[in-house]
C-alpha cells in the first residue's frame, strides 16, 4: 500500500512561482515511477509531468515544458514539482501518482496506468 501527501499549493499571480509535493510512504519508494496531473473545474484531469524511479528520466506535457520542473528525492520519499512563469490557465488542482511495476525506469503519461494518488492540492493563478 502507497500513500501519498501533496503540499504546497495556493495562489500566485501570473509569471510567478510555486512548488508543490508529494510525500509518500513506502519502502521500495525508489522503484515508482512518479506523476504530476492537475484538474480545471469542468476539464479532464490531465498529464503535467513524470519521473522515473531513479530520477533519471522526466517527461513533460507540451503545454508546461520548459515552465515546469519535477524531482524527486528519494532519501525523503517525497516528489517535487516547481512551476515557474505560472498563468491563469495552471489553475487547478494538481494530484501526484505513483506507479508500481517493475520497469523503475520508465516514466508514465497515462493517468489510468498509475495505481496510487494523492487527495490532491489547489494552484490558482491569478491574472
Known amino acids: 500500500q502507497v500513500q501519498l501527501v501533496e503540499s504546497g499549493g495556493g495562489l500566485v499571480q501570473a509569471g510567478g512561482s510555486l512548488s508543490v509535493s508529494c510525500a509518500a510512504s513506502?519502502?521500495?519508494?525508489?522503484?515508482?515511477?512518479m506523476g504530476w496531473f492537475r484538474q480545471a473545474p469542468g476539464k479532464e484531469r490531465e498529464f503535467v509531468a513524470a519521473?522515473?524511479?531513479?530520477?533519471?528520466?522526466?517527461y513533460y506535457a507540451d503545454s508546461v515544458k520548459g515552465r515546469f520542473t519535477i524531482a524527486r528525492d528519494n532519501a525523503k520519499k517525497t516528489v517535487y514539482l516547481q512551476m515557474n512563469s505560472l498563468k491563469p490557465e495552471d489553475t487547478a488542482v494538481y494530484y501526484c501518482?505513483?506507479?508500481?511495476?517493475?520497469?523503475?525506469?520508465?516514466?508514465?503519461?497515462?493517468?489510468?496506468?498509475?495505481?496510487?494518488w494523492g487527495q490532491g492540492t489547489q494552484v490558482t493563478v491569478s491574472s
Open positions: 519521473i522515473s524511479g531513479s530520477g533519471g528520466s522526466t
Open positions: 513506502g519502502r521500495t519508494f525508489s522503484s515508482y515511477p
Open positions: 501518482a505513483a506507479k508500481i511495476t517493475s520497469h523503475y525506469y520508465s516514466v508514465y503519461d497515462r493517468s489510468s496506468l498509475y495505481d496510487y
